[in-house]
Structures are given as C-alpha cells and as structure tokens.
C-alpha cells in the first residue's frame, strides 16, 4: 500500500511540473501531438500499475509513450496499404499555417535524424534529460548518447544551413 502511495506522489509530481515537457518532446519525436498527449497518458497509466519504479519516471514515459505510438504505427501499416489501394484522401492533421518558418524547419530536420539520434536530441534538447538519465532510460552506455548526440547535432547543423541558404 505504501508503494502504491508513492507511486501516485510521484505521478502528481510528474503531472505539475514534467507533464507538458514530455508531450512536447514526444509530440516532436512523432509529430503528432495529440498522438503524444494520447500516449503519454497511457504510459502513466503503466507508470502507475507497474511492479517497479523506474529512477527518472519522465524519461521512463517519454520513452514508453514513443514506444507505444511506434506500435500503433506497425499495427496499423498494412491497414493502411489497403486503404492505399482502395481510396484516396487528403491528412489535414497538420496545420502549418500556425507555425512559424523556422519551427517548421527544426521540426523536419529532426524528423529527417535517424531513429536514434532522433531519440537521444529529443530527450537532451526537449525533454532535458541529462547524457547519464538519456543512457539509464534507453539502456546504452553514456558514450553511445554522446555519439548520437553528436552525430544529431552535426546532421542538424547541415540540414539547418541548407535551409538558411
């Protein structure tokens, strides 16, 4: 009982002060917010119902709530081959006109980064989790964040100038 209490202190904390950070940096990673809010809220549901308490629980659901979008990704790809085949429409899901040049920019630059440098400079940059809590939460050595943040940012800047020229 005692655990569970924690457990839920926790999560309040994590909803007054990390909550909009991490739907933010989930949101970028995906690029889809309401997607994010959607899994976000689905990871503190696990979160709350899990055996173990992970050490940094907003890297934790960061990370769960990437992964469980990834999953309805690969669930729905073969539907949506078939829809493909069957008819065509239009994704208004994402509306441009409210953003500015440059955040459209970023957005897509960092949605061009592979996969895990996409994972690391979204939770460094966005989520500000630290190299150690990045290498904790994905289970990777320190060295390999600093790699990949490196690597993100040297493809960012290259992206970035092309932009600009």
């Not at 239009?90 to 630059?109: F, G, L």
């Not at 996969?115 to 060295?143: N, P, W």
Request: proline share 2%; aromatic share 4%; glycine share 6%.
């Amino acid at each position: 009982m005692q655990g569970e209490a924690a457990t839920r202190r926790r999560v309040a904390a994590f909803l007054r002060n990390d909550y909009a950070r991490v739907v933010a940096a989930v949101a970028t990673h995906t690029g889809d917010k309401d997607r994010a809010e959607d899994a976000v809220q689905d990871a503190i549901v696990k979160a709350l119902s899990a055996d173990q308490e992970p050490e940094n629980l907003a890297g934790w659901i960061t990370v769960v709530a990437i992964n469980f979008i990834r999953q309805s990704w690969r669930r729905n790809e073969a539907q949506g081959r078939a829809y493909v085949r069957c008819a065509t429409w239009d994704d208004p899901s994402d509306d441009e006109s409210e953003r500015t040049v440059d955040s459209i920019a970023v957005h897509e630059a960092i949605a061009d980064l592979p996969e895990r440098q996409r994972l690391t400079v979204v939770l460094h940059y966005l989520d500000g989790l630290s190299v150690a809590e990045i290498a904790e939460t994905l289970g990777v050595s320190a060295g390999t964040v600093k790699t990949q943040l490196s690597r993100g940012r040297e493809a960012l800047a290259g992206r970035l100038k092309k932009e600009v020229a």
